[in-house]
């Protein structure tokens, strides 16, 4: 007797390569908050000044600018280990090695003693988790077909978060439970709670070294296109190595636009707009979330607990939730699907407001975001893979969430202006509302562009 289709859909989960991706996922989630988070807590445990402290916050642009050397990532071969591993898995273990020796020294490093050094390692580990980043998603794009995408970025999440709770509650509760006196600082703690956190790397290290290089699928085209342009770099007479290297640049650093642009024409900009704003409503509205729970009356321990509780499951349960809709419906029903939940539940949030301080309100809020943002998140994930030409597949997925996060966030820095005149149901309308425009680029993109 065949399976019903949901459980034949289902059965995606049990791919190797999509469980892969839950440890691959806890790698590249581990280093995020060691580098903002936990680190502020313990640069202010030791008596750093705030300034400093929020001067530190900007080593986590590494991560918004990893664009910039993702053509690298995509094009230049390691010595011997990519002739050992592949060009994917050869960027991965090097990243990883370098994030867990960038942690040890961090734990080895007292920022009372010397900050500078503190400083000096925590950016190698932003620097070095970012370039994991780069190679991570080209590594996931070029591993399965666009219909397992969605999985793959379901069970991505699920690591990234569990990840998140052990660099974050983890670190603390490590170095809390070797503090000899909450009262005083002290440096061991710390370099007990980074060490361990070193260790964890090792999760990813062993996934790298476990899982198969995917194949390298590059077209006709694209192969065309390149050689083309070698042959007009040599008839203009220059040296074989000005040719090589004017050849490298064309194919590593412009080719990757040039096809985006050739691939989808007239239409490349109207996938590009729908790519600026489709989480718009949720990165708006997630910059005032806190300072919300706040003015409701809402404690730390019970925003953390919902959060950290009912909020990463519901987030994972969304995430896979959208894997299993992607493979069913389609990855441009699903990315509607997303988009129509994401601005919906904003105005749960008005609820909520005129609520005020009630604990299973903000339970039930926060589940129905996080669970609709799950779902967004997955079929986003899967529709901007399917977006990528595997030639390409670093630098133009990189490319694509700069271009995700650049207009959201720049409009979210007017959020607290916009709730100091207008009211906080008023914000979470609006927040509701500027999800109308990414509904209709959904509808414009399918309607005029073959999906995958």
């Not at 202010?44 to 402290?53: D, V, Y």
């Not at 060009?87 to 010397?114: E, F, H, K, Y």
């Not at 988790?129 to 591993?143: C, F, K, P, V």
């Amino acid at each position: 007797m065949p399976d019903h289709p949901w459980l034949a859909a289902l059965k995606v989960y049990a791919h190797p390569r999509v469980i892969g991706m839950l440890f691959l996922g806890f790698s590249a989630g581990l280093p995020l908050l060691l580098v903002l988070g936990t680190l502020s807590f313990w640069l202010s445990e030791a008596g750093i000044a705030r300034a400093t402290i929020g001067h530190l916050s900007w080593v986590g642009l590494a991560y918004g600018f990893k664009f910039l050397w993702s053509p690298l990532v995509d094009r230049l071969p390691l010595p011997l280990l990519t002739r050992m591993l592949g060009r994917r898995r050869a960027w991965l273990l090097l990243s990883q090695v370098c994030i867990a020796l960038a942690l040890l020294g961090m734990a080895n490093t007292d920022p009372v003693v010397d900050l500078t050094h503190t400083v000096f390692f925590a950016l190698a580990v932003a620097f070095a988790s970012a370039t994991q980043d780069i190679a991570l998603d080209a590594y996931r794009i070029e591993a399965v077909e666009t219909e397992k995408q969605g999985a793959m970025a379901a069970t991505y999440q699920a690591g990234y978060r569990i990840a998140m709770i052990t660099a974050g509650a983890g670190a603390l509760w490590i170095a809390a439970s070797v503090d000899p006196s909450e009262a005083t600082y002290d440096f061991y703690p710390w370099k007990v709670a980074y060490t361990v956190m070193a260790a964890l790397m090792a999760v990813g290290i062993l996934t790298t070294l476990i899982i198969r290089e995917p194949e390298k699928k590059i077209s006709s085209a694209t192969t065309e296109r390149e050689l083309h342009a070698r042959e007009k770099f040599a008839a203009f007479g220059l040296s074989d190595g000005l040719v090589s290297a004017a050849a490298w640049f064309y194919s590593a650093v412009l080719s990757p636009f040039i096809d985006f642009v050739q691939r989808y024409k007239w239409q490349a900009a109207l996938i590009l707009s729908l790519i600026a704003v489709y989480r718009i409503s949720d990165v708006v509205m997630g910059v005032m979330s806190n300072p919300f729970y706040q003015e409701m009356g809402f404690t730390k321990d019970e925003v953390a607990t919902v959060s950290k509780v009912y909020g990463v499951i519901m987030t994972i349960a969304g995430a896979a939730l959208g894997g299993l809709l992607t493979m069913r419906i389609g990855v441009m029903r699903t990315l509607m699907l997303g988009a129509v939940l994401s601005a919906a539940t904003n105005l749960l949030f008005v609820w909520l407001a005129g609520r005020g301080h009630d604990v299973g309100a903000l339970v039930f809020t926060v589940s129905a975001d996080n669970l609709s943002a799950g779902i967004a998140s997955s079929a986003f994930v899967a529709y901007l893979s399917g977006l990528v030409n595997q030639a390409y597949s670093a630098t133009q997925y990189a490319l694509f969430t700069s271009v995700m996060l650049l207009l959201p966030k720049f409009i979210a820095g007017f959020s607290g202006e916009f709730v100091d005149a207008w009211g906080w149901a008023n914000f979470f309308t609006g927040t509701a509302l500027i999800g109308i425009p990414v509904l209709l680029l959904v509808w414009l993109v399918s309607r005029n562009h073959k999906a995958p």
